[in-house]
């Protein structure tokens, strides 16, 4: 009996190495290998060039909080590398200013915020205090009121937390423990090392369409996409897919029935491509890292950047990861097995999906932040749940 199973698992390497040996043979998958580091380093090229993004017109009148306003904004731009989002702040001196770049469609939209904004914050009369310039074609106004809004609500946060502790102080008499000022210099340091990180204080908003909850505490998340990744992603499921018409094939001229049932030929067929690709995806994420920290650092080299990028917890994330998103490429397909029977239809199904998922999929952008129809059509797609990983 131990033989019987030793020589089982020798067929199963045998079969694995010959779906391999063929998979390298063939020109169009070879083609798609070598398409990763070329997509990685173009794409990587691209997300290190300035954002064009959408502009909003931003003029903010002398007063208060108008240096913190302006860092706050220049912190969410598109032009911030550390950012995120799709909206470009471009800054004017006046609101005839302003307005002119509105109605000259220099900019999508206009905010002018008062000189006095922090005093109507602060006594509860904020209503109606930023004047706004939209076009009837405007379509991001709304996200952009929104980030306007947080960066006030955040200098509002802070002014009320530092009035807080000063009463505190007071009332409770600890200047007869303690030097107030450095308990509120520590207090003040303690909360705006720790505002951003979720543990002072977060919100959640919830999402009607899709009940699910996402973490706001930083209000630069418009799109959160990770362009690099999602191409890779894309990248992998067209394997997957391939490997489906290779079975189709295998199926059609009787190959390796003896092996294993149907539906472990269909699971393996599937994986193998799955598999390889993969590989060369977790070294191109791993080298894309790499001449990122290299550029940011200065004076570190490739070699020395490549050694200090990923430690060994990072690879073992980036390779769970991969091997989750291929069991659900795997489970993908299996669901497309039962509507597309045919290899022809296969065939023609992968262009389709391909498509979609580049474009209903956060790959390059969030379109669900647009229009909620595609907060449900980008989980029709697997490429969206390893982004979400």
Known sequence: MKRERIHRWKQYGIWFRLL????????????????????????GVLEQEPAAGAVVAVCVEEGEWSEEILSG???????NPESVSVLRYVF???????????????????????KDIAR???????QDSIKVYETSASSITGMAQERVA????????????????????????????????????????????????????????????????NNDTSVGNDTAVFPVKGVFAVLIFI???CGMLEYEKDQREKRFL???????????????????????VLCCLWLTDALRYSAADGTAGMAEAALRVWSPGVWRREAAHLILYQGMIICYCGILRVFLRRQETIAAAIPILTLGSLVCAPVFIRLASYAPLFAALEKLFPAAYYLAL
């Open 239 to 241: 394997s997957g897919m």
């Open 73 to 79: 904004l220049k912190a969410l731009s598109a032009e």
């Open 258 to 280: 003896r092996l294993a049932p149907n539906w472990l030929t269909y699971i393996v067929n599937i994986w193998v491509p799955t598999i390889l690709t993969s590989l060369a």
């Open 150 to 213: 947080g960066v006030l609500f955040r200098l509002y946060s802070e002014n009320g937390y530092w009035e807080y502790l000063e009463d505190l102080a007071d009332r409770e008499g600890l200047a007869r423990e303690y030097q107030t000022e450095e308990l509120l210099s520590f207090a003040r340091q303690a909360y705006e090392t720790h505002l951003v990180d979720g543990s002072t204080f977060s919100f959640l908003y919830r999402d009607d369409l899709d009940g699910q909850y």
């Open 120 to 126: 109507r914050i602060k006594e509860g009369e904020w």
């Open 92 to 114: 004017y001196e006046s609101d005839a200013q302003t307005r002119q770049a509105v109605v000259s469609s220099e900019a999508d939209c206009g905010f002018v915020i008062g």
């Open 20 to 43: 391999v040996k063929r998979l390298l043979k063939q020109p169009a998958f070879v083609g798609l290998l070598a398409l990763i580091p070329l997509l990685g380093y173009g794409v």
